[in-house]
């Protein structure tokens, strides 16, 4: 046995933690990772400029078998015609959400937009257009500390490191 192993692969995952990597067309970063002060479209520099977003990730398990509780309560106290029970569908469903609220972790995704592309999605906001490479942006494969992001320029990746994994 390897009495350096897991110690080394916890230092790596601390270098990774903080920094912006590419693997083909998906960039991945951590919670807490700063991107680049480039536009995410063309590379050109973003001057500070950034669209914040704020996403949440959650375990699948729960995500998936959370919300159908009290539906499942509601079904056995119509199914039993169980007043008490009934009485607890709407309970159940608040410490759900309450719960919810604690289980889930936020991810800030800031990113950068150069002058050009700015005047690009205010004009196709003006216009309701939604469809705009900024806005496609979405993660992918989340872990609870990282995520993937969808969407970005190629310009934008080829100048992030590859990642080594
Ligand atoms: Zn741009």
Redesign the pocket.
């Known amino acids: 046995m390897n009495p350096y192993a897991a110690p080394r692969a916890r230092l790596e995952h601390d270098a990774l933690a903080g920094t912006p990597w590419r693997t083909g067309k998906l960039v991945r970063i951590g919670r807490e990772t700063e991107l680049p002060d480039?536009?995410?479209?063309?590379?050109?520099p973003?001057n500070g400029y950034r669209i914040k977003r704020r996403l949440y990730w959650a375990p699948a398990a729960w995500t998936w078998t959370a919300p159908f509780v009290p539906v499942v309560v509601f079904v056995a106290a119509t199914f039993l015609a169980n007043r008490a029970l009934m009485l607890l569908v709407w309970p159940t469903a608040i410490v759900l959400y309450v719960t919810h609220l604690f289980v889930r972790k936020p991810f800030r995704l800031a990113v950068g937009?150069?002058?050009?592309?700015?005047t690009?999605r205010r004009a196709l906001l003006a216009m309701s257009v939604i469809c705009i490479a900024v806005m496609v942006l979405a993660l992918r494969e989340w872990h609870p500390d990282y995520g993937w992001i969808a969407g970005t320029?190629s310009r934008f990746r080829e100048a992030l490191p590859e990642h080594p994994g």
């Open positions: 480039r536009c995410v479209v063309c590379s050109a973003a937009l150069c002058p050009r592309h700015r690009i320029g």
